[in-house]
């Protein structure tokens, strides 16, 4: 990811590129709220934005607002909460606790969706968002949490893993994405596990 803006002039060594990249961190900075129907938009086209990059979701065409209107109204702040982060009056990523199977027997569970606005990757928005996720988790009931990530995005799975998800299972060649045949894993892990939150 560029940047376009100047170095800064503070007297001190040139820097690398990782360092550079260390000082766009907002992660500090960065706060989430409860969506609201008029995020909806916003919502969307983020997730639109990963689909032709094949790494991300199993969609293969942009979805319309009205086609997740549904998706956005399944959400309830008690128990399966979707957030926002908003900078600048824009959001600029998402996070979503979902249902697992629809049974009773599995409301203590919740699948996580994560998603950053491009020009917001690799900033610490997901980390940020998922590190919020699992601290929140225990508070709605969510006692385990799953992460549903292609083989081969592998920077997801980095992700994941960072936060202590260990990889719970592999469904093999469930997904056709422009003809070639893609590997799902499932990560897991407790909520209440702590020591693992970076």
Avoid at 57 to 72: H, L, M, N, Y
Avoid at 128 to 143: C, F, Q, T
Wanted: net charge positive.
């Amino acid at each position: 990811m560029g940047s376009t803006r100047a170095p800064r002039t503070t007297g001190r060594p040139a820097r690398g590129r990782t360092d550079a990249l260390a000082d766009m961190q907002p992660a500090s900075q960065l706060a989430h709220r409860l969506a609201k129907a008029e995020d909806l938009p916003q919502i969307v086209e983020i997730y639109n934005s990963t689909i032709s990059s094949r790494i991300v979701t199993a969609d293969t065409e942009p979805v319309s607002v009205a086609a997740r209107q549904a998706w956005f109204e399944q959400h309830k702040p008690g128990s399966r909460p979707l957030w926002v982060v908003e900078q600048d009056g824009r959001c600029v990523g998402w996070l979503s606790f979902s249902s697992f199977y629809g049974r009773p027997a599995y409301n203590s569970t919740a699948e996580l969706s994560v998603y950053v606005h491009g020009s917001w990757r690799a900033r610490g928005v997901g980390s940020y968002l998922l590190r919020e996720a699992i601290d929140h988790a225990p508070r709605i009931g969510v006692a385990t949490l799953l992460g549903f990530v292609f083989a081969h995005n592998t920077p997801s799975l980095r992700l994941f893993e960072k936060f202590g998800f260990s990889r719970w299972g592999l469904l093999p060649r469930v997904a056709v994405l422009d003809g070639v045949e893609r590997d799902l894993v499932i990560l897991g892990r407790r909520a209440d596990e702590r020591g693992t939150l970076r």
